[in-house]
């Protein structure tokens, strides 16, 4: 199984408060397609590798605010990918009335695009 780590020093995120929509990835990576699981968008190159999240309606599925969504702590992606399906956990740091709080989602849905058994983990701070 492939494994990979992405730190912040070699990706980027953005936050578009008019859309509510969250954007991470991995710079000098070029897009080409994606696996949707409803409010989440992984996005992967050419050999089908994760590069980037897109996260819909970000502030509604994580119960916060969009003046915290502009400036996030922390920010961790972890996938599994086996033979059968496709498991994302997505974590971010906030701070909200000087304290930092901890939100977290998961989706699971099935590896269609036969893509290859790998971990990965893309970490901003």
């Known amino acids: 199984?492939?494994?990979?780590k992405v730190d912040h020093e070699n990706s980027?995120?953005?936050?578009?408060?008019?859309?509510?929509?969250?954007y991470a990835y991995e710079l000098n990576q070029e897009y080409m397609s994606s696996l949707i699981f409803g409010n989440i968008i992984m996005d992967m190159n050419e050999d089908k590798e994760f590069i980037?999240?897109?996260?819909l309606n970000a502030s509604e599925n994580f119960?916060?605010?969009?003046?915290?969504?502009?400036?996030p702590i922390t920010l961790k992606v972890h996938y599994l990918?086996?033979?059968?399906?496709?498991?994302?956990?997505?974590?971010?740091?906030?701070?909200?009335?000087?304290?930092?709080i901890v939100r977290t989602i998961s989706a699971t849905g099935v590896n269609d695009m036969n893509l290859a058994p790998a971990s990965a983990i893309l970490a901003l701070a």
């Open 52 to 55: 980037g999240i897109e996260i």
């Open 81 to 100: 990918i086996t033979d059968e399906e496709v498991k994302l956990d997505v974590m971010f740091t906030f701070v909200k009335r000087n304290k930092s």
């Open 12 to 22: 980027k995120h953005d936050y578009d408060s008019l859309n509510d929509t969250f």
């Open 63 to 71: 119960d916060v605010s969009s003046y915290e969504f502009i400036t």
């Open 1 to 4: 199984m492939h494994r990979k």
